[in-house]
């Protein structure tokens, strides 16, 4: 059935030009393969504007774009690639109607795509348009309706090769990071290739390059000794004591003893009740050193019969090193031994050296195939994905060391001294606990959407998705000599069908009154071997009263099964893991557990939303928001948010401590609770606007939207007049070089931002100057070129140098955030007291801020983040009391020059023609949080350097466009 529906039907209605048009002959001065190129048929460059023609390259549905950026808008982020930009904008794509974690829905020309690999490496300056939409836009698409939808629109002709070369460190150093890429594109019509290749590599920061504090350990270990009493807490010796004039429980060794000098008493008396505490810093890292290396092809190309088809391969390797401190060894001396002068048995506790700190080593590599067939048919838009993917891990993890045969030395009085250094060949290393991991994946996907029938307001638009996928999962773990093993396989079944009938209309005139009305009803259902039928029902209202008003309500319920690795992860242990333990209000070192659990059950959630979307200015770039989402799972799962009373006695068996009630094991592999409750309101605005004196447009009649909805070729463009000449449409939208327009000035204007040889072939390097191809003097998408046309039209020319403002804000109410452990059991209240993990509590407001400024190619951007404050409650035998975790506020610092921009440097320098240099400052002002318990102090585990390492990070990047 999908390769009838493929291969079947008339002729896309979005295709760039019948094919019965004839082609327009080159205009002159144009490359021969331009000529040929059938994109470029004189049917394209006729004119029909229309308001509700859908923008070229535009998601299908009835569902509005929140926000829409033009390329001036895009390139004052001042950002290389597609990932690149959705990180910054990551205040407007945020959505809190999933499960937590979820990427966005990312859409190309208004299709899908086969895995964020196909797009994520794609230059900024091949983008014409980015449409935000709100989550419900997903369901035309095939997804569920619980993460935005954030599409991409290319333009039709780009082709640049960029190198960028990035550094950057820590103020408080300790830390260098450097970062290497290579990106090739060539970008013609629907063709298209891109070569990626990228190299990280970061060093390590270790403890002793911070200010941090010493956990709390079983035992007091120290490079040259401590001794203690044969039990724990017991006094090492009344004479000692005697001595000391008090009882001594721990005395740390003298430095001449360790190497090699006699024992006595009266030598221990300086550091009786002292415990020798030397740096050991430099064995434990905060932050592991990491390399990284990824390689990307992408390869899209047009087919017979007005498919559309992609091809990607990806591949990516990476190696982490951590350090978790020295092994400590305890050694019980006997009082008989001929080198003790203690009259009964004592312990010595030593770092040993000897094999240098306990590691642990993790290397992964994945790779991915994946490919996308697209056609449309009439007015159906039909897509058919399909990916493979690998992936492999491996972590070892160093465990400690063995002193048997030392003990056994020390028994049998054959030490010559065992307070002076251990022989290394007296000590062996144990061996280290493994844990490697392989997953497969296949999955094929099928999605058709389109106009059904027509009602009096309008086309009843449907989607129906059909899809297969099939994981694999093995996993093996070797601890303390013990092997486990794991394989686990799903198959899964998917449909999916969403239907959005139009009530009122008032282009059709039906039931004007109201606006635009429509209502929407999804269903699906997963079929998974493992778990069985998952459903999910959901319908929705989205309602347009006014022009610029948008108000969408929506419920949905669907059910979810834990993930393989969740399930069937392999076991991983580190050893010294530093966590903060509520009960004894102490930072210790203990033994985590990770992994998998194979008894996690299934959730089911329910979310409702009501999300109003004004644009109250007409003709003005600003968006207000507002979306209230109340969510309620069962059975979710997650991992325990942090070492509090509470959670220790709501899951005792996930903590284990010894005898004197120190904590030494936390097993933190994921649990199903009862169930979860958030509600949450959030609200913000977005504006944009030019700045500065702006370009005068080349061409009489392009509107105030001129080359920012185009790019698709074919077609009016949104600021293109409705009385357009076609001969005009053929004289400027083909791109011929200045010196053929009268109207843009002389050729030397122009020329400054045309690469050399690039005669009749477009380039990326006047996309650098802002507003070059946005706002400034380009004739909307125009003819077959887009913007600018396939000449010299991405070069800066007169006046391309316009500036632009833009300023974001958003604010986050938690007015809901609560975890039901058990049925009738306890609540934890995240707002009130409970833990969310072990930076406090959940904040109730939170606020995201941006705002940008570019002008001649320079620009500058500020993001800041702010928190609330929150408090953890204490039992009341805390010796701390309630730790209050304070407010924070971080903000960041961009600064840009498009040196290509500035026509007198490049004149001198051409080597900087399409060249960007950029600094950054993260954490500008290098700001912490500020944890107090209730008498004020800091508790270790909470200071500053140990929550934020890095601190103040500093990166400064060149990158450079080849023509």
């Not at 990326?764 to 003819?783: I, V």
């Not at 986050?812 to 007291?833: A, Q, S």
């Amino acid at each position: 059935m999908v390769a009838l529906l493929l291969a079947g039907g008339a002729t896309s209605a979005y295709a760039q030009a019948p094919e019965s048009g004839q082609s327009a002959p080159a205009p002159q001065g144009a490359s021969a393969d331009f000529a040929e190129d059938d994109e470029y048929a004189v049917s394209e460059l006729v004119v029909v504007a229309s308001r509700n023609t859908p923008q070229p390259g535009a998601v299908v549905g009835d569902i509005q774009p929140e926000i829409q950026l033009s390329p001036a808008q895009i390139q004052s982020y001042g950002v290389s690639s597609i990932a690149d930009l959705l990180s910054e904008l990551s205040p407007q794509i945020s959505s809190s109607r999933g499960r937590g974690g979820e990427a966005p829905v990312v859409l190309l020309n208004g299709r899908r795509i086969s895995g964020m690999g196909e797009i994520r490496d794609i230059p900024t300056e091949a983008i014409m348009r980015v449409d935000i939409l709100p989550e419900e836009a997903a369901l035309a698409y095939g997804f569920r309706a619980d993460q935005r939808v954030v599409n991409f629109v290319l333009r039709r002709r780009f082709q640049a090769t960029a190198a960028e070369v990035v550094g950057a460190g820590p103020t408080a150093g300790g830390q260098a990071t450097g970062r290497v890429e290579l990106n090739r594109i060539e970008i013609r019509g629907d063709n298209r290739v891109n070569m990626v290749l990228k190299v990280q590599s970061s060093s390590a920061i270790t403890a002793d390059e911070r200010d941090v504090g010493d956990a709390v350990s079983a035992q007091p270990f120290d490079l040259l000794g401590n001794i203690t009493g044969a039990t724990r807490g017991g006094e090492i010796d009344p004479a000692l004591s005697a001595l000391a004039g008090g009882p001594v429980t721990v005395a740390g060794l003298p430095a001449a003893v360790a190497q090699g000098q006699p024992l006595t008493l009266e030598a221990l008396t300086t550091t009786a009740g002292v415990a020798n505490a030397g740096d050991v810093g430099r064995y434990r890292t905060l932050v592991p050193e990491t390399q990284t290396v990824t390689g990307n092809v992408v390869v899209a190309r047009t087919l017979p019969n007005d498919f559309r088809g992609t091809l990607t391969a990806n591949f990516s390797a990476s190696r982490s090193d951590s350090m978790r401190g020295l092994p400590g060894a305890s050694l019980a001396i006997p009082g008989t031994d001929p080198a003790s002068p203690f009259a009964g048995d004592v312990t010595l506790n030593r770092y040993v050296e000897a094999f240098g700190p306990l590691r642990q080593t993790n290397e992964s590599w994945s790779g991915q195939i994946g490919g996308s067939l697209n056609r449309d048919i009439d007015q159906w838009r039909l897509s058919l994905t399909g990916a493979y993917d690998h992936s492999d891990s491996f972590t070892r993890s160093d465990v400690g060391v063995d002193v048997g045969a030392l003990q056994a030395a020390v028994d049998t009085a054959t030490l010559a001294s065992p307070f002076a250094a251990w022989p290394s060949a007296l000590i062996a290393e144990r061996g280290g606990n493994k844990a490697r991991s392989v997953s497969d994946g296949v999955n094929l996907q099928f999605v058709a959407s389109g106009p059904a029938f027509e009602v009096p307001a309008g086309p009843v638009r449907t989607s129906i998705k059909l899809g297969e996928a099939a994981s694999w999962l093995s996993s093996d773990t070797l601890r303390l000599g013990v092997e486990r093993s794991v394989d686990l396989s799903r198959n899964t079944l998917s449909a999916q069908g969403s239907v959005d009938i139009p009530l009122a209309s008032r282009k059709n005139d039906v039931l004007p009154f109201l606006g635009d009305l429509s209502v929407n009803a999804n269903a699906a259902v997963d079929e998974l071997s493992d778990f069985g039928a998952l459903t999910t029902v959901g319908f929705g209202v989205n309602w347009r009263p006014v022009t610029g008003v948008s108000l969408i309500v929506s419920h949905t319920r669907d059910e979810g099964a834990p993930s393989m690795s969740q399930l069937g992860g392999p076991q991983v242990v580190t050893e010294a893991s530093r966590v903060f333990d509520y009960v004894t209000g102490r930072t210790v070192e203990v033994r985590r557990l990770d992994g998998g659990n194979a008894a996690l059950v299934g959730d089911e959630r329910n979310v409702t939303k009501v999300g109003l979307t004004w644009k109250p200015i007409t003709g003005q770039d600003l968006t207000l928001s507002a979306s209230y989402v109340r969510s309620r799972i069962d059975n979710p799962t997650a991992s325990l948010p942090a070492v509090t009373a509470e959670i220790e006695a709501a899951f005792p068996d996930r903590f284990t401590r010894d005898a004197d009630g120190d904590l030494v094991q936390i097993d933190y592999r994921p649990l199903n609770f009862a169930q979860t409750r958030t509600e949450t309101l959030r609200w913000g605005f977005n504006y944009s606007r030019p700045w500065g004196p702006q370009p005068q447009r080349r061409f009489p009649g392009a509107g105030p939207g001129a080359g920012q909805a185009g790019g698709q070729g074919g077609g009016a463009g949104a600021g293109q007049s409705v009385g357009q000449s076609v001969d005009q449409s053929a004289g400027t939208g083909r791109g011929e070089s200045s010196a053929e327009r009268p109207d843009v000035g002389p050729p030397e204007a122009a020329s400054a931002g045309a690469s050399p040889g690039a005669e009749g072939r477009p380039s990326a390097e006047g996309a650098q100057a802002q507003g070059g191809f946005g706002d400034g003097p380009r004739f909307g998408p125009g003819g077959p070129g887009g913007p600018g046309g396939p000449g010299r039209g991405f070069g800066p020319g007169p006046g391309g140098m316009g500036g632009r403002i833009q300023f974001a804000v958003y604010h986050t109410v938690n007015l809901e955030n609560e975890i039901l452990v058990r049925e009738g059991g306890p609540v934890f209240d995240l707002l009130r007291g409970s833990a969310a993990g072990n930076g406090g509590g959940q904040p109730r407001h939170q606020v995201q801020a941006q705002a940008g400024i570019s002008r001649n190619g320079m620009g500058a951007r500020l993001s800041a983040n702010w928190q609330s404050a929150t408090t953890v409650d204490a039992p009341p035998a805390s010796p701390t009391g309630d730790l209050r975790f304070g407010s924070l506020a971080t903000v960041d610092l961009r600064l840009f020059a498009n040196l290509g921009a500035n026509r007198d440097l490049v004149t001198k320098h051409p080597f900087l023609r399409g060249s960007r240099v950029s600094l950054s400052v993260t954490n500008l002002f290098d700001a912490d949080q500020r944890v107090r318990d209730a008498a004020g102090r800091t508790p270790t585990g909470y200071l500053a350097d140990e929550l934020n390492p890095t601190g103040r990070v500093v990166s400064l990047s060149f990158r450079k466009l080849f023509f």
